[in-house]
């Protein structure tokens, strides 16, 4: 059986470049979960780790994709390419918030430095999916200085997003999320830097006071993406947390470690409908020549085969 042609070279020379088009099909195969995605990866990875990583996050409509607009012109300015990772954990029919946002920052369109790209995750990923990951590798080899990443919501999910990028940056605006109190729960805990967007709105000033109260001693800043006011500001502030971030060992490896977890999940996942939960396992479970614990302890097992072997004897005898 002769396998269809892929240029993995190709791949890896585009993206290396810099170039979108080839970043693009890159992105759409590791959204599929294209085993081909995973050889250009390889060869990328060497290339990597240049990146500084900003996690934009905040409830709904509180001005991210707004502020993310004008913080790519702040970053430009400072001559540093900028990637955005737009990312939709919901279901890909909500994906209009999405294409909405992509217009909003339509204006960087025709700059070079910047690429802004939205992925979808859903699946049955217990967090964080493996495609995240590997789209930061991708704009990391493109040679992106700075990669946002926005994430809509702030549920869970989002928040162990957040937690992946080294500096995490959260919005806020007065009147969204009901109360201060209501928040407090876990959402106030992220973001080493809260703008406070929306500073032009009557009672921006209690608000970011008494969010400032609660936050200290991090920094609240007010900004208003709508009209420009306190980016200069908010920019320094981030760029002096990304620097002492970027060199940040434990960060680093926190970040690793992540991965790595996320990317065995994936593999026992696909196992799944293979072998290890085969007819040979389950009959000798539902016989109680075996047991699911045992099955289990059996990890990490390298190969399918011997787990079969070692799961169906184990007890047996
Ligand atoms: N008054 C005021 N409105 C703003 C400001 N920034 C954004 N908005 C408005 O707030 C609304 C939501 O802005 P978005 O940038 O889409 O917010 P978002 O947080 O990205 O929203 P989701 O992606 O849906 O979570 C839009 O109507 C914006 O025009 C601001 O500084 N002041
Ligand atoms: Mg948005």
């Known amino acids: 059986l002769q396998k269809p042609s892929f240029d993995k070279r190709a791949f ?15 992105l759409t195969l590791i959204e599929r979960r294209r085993p081909e995605a995973r050889d250009v990866l390889k060869a990328l990875y060497p290339h990597t780790g240049h990146a500084k990583l900003l996690g934009v996050t905040g409830p709904a409509g509180v001005g991210k994709s707004t502020l993310i607009d004008r913080l790519i012109s702040g970053f430009r300015k400072n001559k540093q ?39 979808a995750t859903t699946g049955s ?14 704009f990391d080899a493109m040679g992106k200085d700075i990669i946002l990443i926005e994430t809509l919501g702030v549920g869970q999910d989002e928040v162990l997003i957040a ?3 080294e500096t995490v940056l959260l919005v806020l605006a007065p009147g969204v999320g009901d109360e201060i109190q209501a928040m407090k729960a876990g959402l106030l ?30 920094p609240v800043v007010q900004v208003s993406a709508e009209n420009g006011t306190g980016i200069t500001g908010l920019i320094s502030a981030l760029s002096t947390a990304m620097k002492a971030n970027g060199s940040n060992r434990l960060k680093k490896k926190a970040f690793v470690r992540e991965e790595l977890r996320v990317l065995y999940q994936e593999k026992v996942l696909a196992m799944e409908d293979r072998a290890m939960f085969g007819d ?5 479970i539902l016989k109680r020549k075996s047991d699911p614990y045992s099955l ?12 079969v072997k070692r799961g169906a004897t184990k007890n047996v005898s």
């Open 189 to 218: 805990e992220i973001g080493e830097i809260i703008a406070m967007n929306k500073a032009d709105l009557i009672g921006a000033e209690s608000f970011a006071e008494e969010l400032s109260s609660i936050v200290a001693p991090r």
């Open 163 to 165: 937690r992946l990028a």
């Open 125 to 138: 990923w217990g967090g964080i999916s493996p495609s995240l990951f590997d789209a930061i590798h991708v």
């Open 296 to 307: 289990i302890d059996g990890w990490p097992i390298p190969r399918t085969e011997s787990l």
């Open 81 to 119: 390419s900028v990637g955005v990772l737009a990312i939709d954990p919901r279901s890909p029919f909500t994906g209009g918030a999405l294409l909405g946002d992509r217009l909003r920052m339509h204006r960087h369109f025709l700059d070079r430095g910047v690429f802004i790209r939205s992925l």
């Open 12 to 26: 890896v020379k585009g993206v290396l470049k810099g170039e979108v088009r080839a970043a693009s099909r890159l």
């Open 280 to 284: 040979k396992i389950l009959e000798a």
